[in-house]
């Protein structure tokens, strides 16, 4: 009879205790409350830039530690970057300490809303407020509309969200700000109260909307900037024995605005350069690091003289090249960018004897986005236990490189990361066990030695 009676009551027990789980967890988006929200959205360049400023409360009874912030799933998709400050202080005395975020999976997301999770430096208690200061980053977000354009015409595209900030709290009141870069707007959405100053649309403010408010905006502007995306990038950053780092860049590069459509007439672009092409580019620039030296720029054909290098011993470099044809909407190119640095300014020992590289992830290019990045660090030959250390999720993994008369080859580390913008140009580091020297007494300095006393054979001085 227990054995029967057993069942009965654990299946008492779950569907009593599944009411509880679903109340629990639900309960931490009604304890906390944002009691004003300001969001600025930037679309003065192709990469969307999108400042979230929060001001929560915890309205609850127990403290709360973790604060959600929500994305429609059209956002995520093109999510590069998001970062979240915790401010305190007021004007010129704040100070920010950088939260944890992490992405979060909730059963029954409205509307496949995601998540991701704000994790506090201190948990909040029962009446306290805390100010949140957040950034993040859409790509591929503004579309071009027409899709096809003119040499003549003017790139207009539609930026598409809501005019109210999607949460899974209740907001008392939240303002939004849209930049755009000029004052030519065809169209905007109007959810009033809506107001436009000069390049600059205001919405709101609007006042004590409950979670998952949500209200479709539309805006329908002109932006000639530069849509500069490297569909593929590959930097290899390789040790020499001998000194140098040596940078070769290969780049796959492309116009993501609007297509070209019709000829393309180098008389007129050239001659009325203020209306023929806007929306073209035909000159980039890259920030290299200080000291940088033996610069090429080239393609398949050869070398490509259009090119200028402002170079600062001690500051920064920069080197602004031109691609064989200017681009327009749909077009692409394809180049190689090299040179050499310094090793001592990038390679250094540990207290442990092993040695680090610490060097820049991302694009040189500025304002450009790549849908696909791929850092290989070749170390010298024999060197063992390489490890990486980098700021932000990536792919990891080792090849095997073969160099001139290698014997064991060269370990290559290798990073991935895809849809990365000019926010993630951030030191990383690769850290490894050096070679031995014996090793290297045995390959390249007896190499050395072999081609010195060979040129003096040859030159009759032994």
């Not at 093109?78 to 704040?94: D, M, Q, S, V, Y």
């Not at 609007?258 to 001659?271: E, P, T």
């Not at 850092?375 to 390489?386: M, Q, R, Y």
């Not at 991935?416 to 951030?426: A, D, L, M, R």
Request: proline letters at 7%.
């Amino acid at each position: 009879m227990e054995a029967l009676l057993r069942p009965r009551i654990m299946l008492s027990l779950t569907i009593i205790l599944i009411p509880i789980f679903l109340f629990i967890s639900g309960a931490s988006s009604h304890q906390i409350r944002i009691n004003n929200a300001e969001r600025r959205i930037d679309l003065s360049t192709h990469i969307v830039k999108v400042f979230l400023t929060l001001k929560v409360e915890n309205t609850g009874k127990t403290s709360a530690s973790e604060i959600l912030l929500a994305f429609p799933p059209t956002q995520v998709d093109h999510l590069a970057f998001l970062e979240a400050l915790a401010a305190t202080g007021k004007k010129k005395k704040k100070t920010y300490v950088s939260l944890a975020v992490k992405p979060t999976q909730l059963p029954d997301a409205p509307n496949e809303t995601n998540y991701y999770t704000i994790v506090l430096a201190n948990p909040l208690n029962t009446g306290e407020t805390a100010t949140l200061e957040i950034l993040y980053i859409l790509t591929h977000s503004l579309e071009p509309f027409p899709v096809e354009i003119s040499q003549s015409e003017s790139q207009l595209v539609y930026y598409r969200d809501s005019a109210l900030i999607l949460s899974p709290y209740h907001i008392k009141q939240q303002t939004t700000f849209i930049k755009i870069p000029s004052n030519k707007v065809e169209s905007f959405t109007r959810v009033e109260p809506t107001d436009r100053a000069g390049n600059e649309l205001k919405y709101g403010p609007y006042e004590d909307r409950p979670p998952y408010s949500y209200s479709p905006l539309l805006v329908h502007f002109e932006n000639n900037n530069p849509f500069s995306v490297v569909e593929e990038l590959v930097r290899e950053v390789e040790i020499s024995h001998w000194g140098n780092l040596q940078i070769t860049e290969q780049y796959k590069l492309a116009h993501a605005g609007a297509r070209h459509k019709g000829i393309f007439s180098r008389v007129d672009y050239q001659s009325k350069p203020t209306f023929s092409g806007v929306s073209s580019f035909k000159h980039l620039l890259a920030r290299l690091p200080p000291r940088v030296h033996s610069v090429y720029y080239r393609d398949e054909i050869g070398n490509i003289s259009t090119s200028h290098l402002r170079a600062d011993s001690w500051k920064i470099s920069e080197l602004e090249i031109e691609p064989r044809y200017p681009l327009f909407g749909g077009w692409r190119a394809t180049f190689v960018i090299g040179y050499g640095l310094p090793l001592e300014d990038f390679l250094f020992e540990s207290s442990d004897g092993r040695r680090y590289l610490n060097f820049t992830f991302g694009c040189p290019l500025v304002e450009t986005v790549v849908d696909k990045l791929t850092i290989k660090v070749v170390l010298p030959e024999g060197a063992k236990g390489p490890s990486a250390v980098v700021p932000f999720p990536v792919e990891q993994r080792l090849e095997t490189k073969y160099s001139y008369l290698d014997v064991v080859g060269r370990t290559v580390v290798v990073l991935e990361k895809k849809n990365v913008v000019p926010v993630h140009n951030i030191p990383f580091q690769v850290t490894f066990s050096p070679v031995l020297p014996l090793h290297f007494l045995s390959i390249d300095f007896i190499i050395f030695v072999s081609v010195l006393l060979g040129t003096f054979c040859v030159s009759g001085m032994i």
